[in-house]
Antibody, heavy 120, light 110 residues
Framework: QVQLVQSGAEVKKPGASVKVSCKASGYTFTAYSLHWVRQAPGQRLEWMGRINPDSGYTKYARRFQGRVTMTRDTSINTGYMDLTRLTSDDTVIYFC?????????????WGQGTMVTVSS | QSALTQPPSASGSPGQSVTISCTGTSSDVGDYDSVSWYRQLPGKAPKLLIYEVTERPSGVPDRFSGSKSGNTASLTVSGLQAEDEAAYHCSSYAGSNTWVFGGGTKLTVL
């Protein structure tokens, strides 16, 4: 079935970087944009950015520019989100999500989430 | 890219209807018919309920409906059921390939 499976939980020290992966299956990976959204437990969702897996084009939310890099490996249908200079504020759950086909601007398939903990 | 405004909580009794609002600006909600709504259970990923303001993906009951007026979108849940107790999030396309979410609303079924 159509699904996104993310990598497991991470624990990082302040100032370090984290790379979360998101493996797609059940659909043509390069046909639909992949977005990254994060959420502090029990808090609001926050859009971080998107990548077009076909072209590699990326767009990041202003507050993450310079700190986030989204990439993909089409040979293994996997997207990646790399976040640098981590602080305790980055201790949240990171989700990848597929943009629903048809220029709907909605997210129809979500990964299970990856918890990143930043602690010294 | 300020967050959309949702009430932090809403409630209703089984069988009743409840409406959750989502207020943005003329640069996001007011400018695009690209509002979507998600339901999220504790510890789970969000699930798409409504897209393009009023459209329901297959499998979503017609108890869930969406609307928009000006800069405010709304989600109405009719015939409340215990299983509807969850957090509900709105999202809007905000132009220039950017998106914005609301603060989320915790729906309690009394």
């Amino acid at each position: 079935q159509v699904q996104l499976v993310q990598s497991g939980a991470e624990v990082k020290k302040p100032g370090a970087s984290v790379k979360v992966s998101c493996k797609a299956s059940g659909y043509t990976f390069t046909a639909y944009s992949l977005h990254w959204v994060r959420q502090a437990p029990g808090q609001r969702l926050e859009w971080m950015g998107r990548i077009n897996p076909d072209s590699g084009y990326t767009k990041y939310a202003r507050r993450f520019q310079g700190r986030v890099t989204m990439t993909r490996d089409t040979s293994i249908n996997t997207g990646y989100m790399d976040l640098t200079r981590l602080t305790s504020d980055d201790t949240v759950i990171y989700f990848c999500a597929r943009e629903k086909p048809g220029a709907t601007h909605a997210f129809d398939i979500w990964g299970q989430g990856t918890m990143v903990t930043v602690s010294s | 890219q300020s967050a959309l405004t949702q009430p932090p909580s809403a409630s209703g009794s089984p069988g009743q209807s409840v409406t959750i609002s989502c207020t943005g600006t003329s640069s996001d909600v007011g400018d695009y018919d690209s509002v979507s709504w998600y339901r999220q259970l504790p510890g789970k990923a969000p699930k798409l309920l409504i897209y393009e303001v009023t459209e329901r993906p297959s499998g979503v009951p017609d108890r869930f409906s969406g609307s928009k007026s000006g800069n405010t979108a709304s989600l109405t849940v009719s015939g409340l059921q215990a299983e509807d107790e969850a957090a509900y999030h709105c999202s809007s396309y905000a132009g220039s390939n950017t998106w914005v979410f609301g603060g989320g609303t915790k729906l309690t079924v009394l």
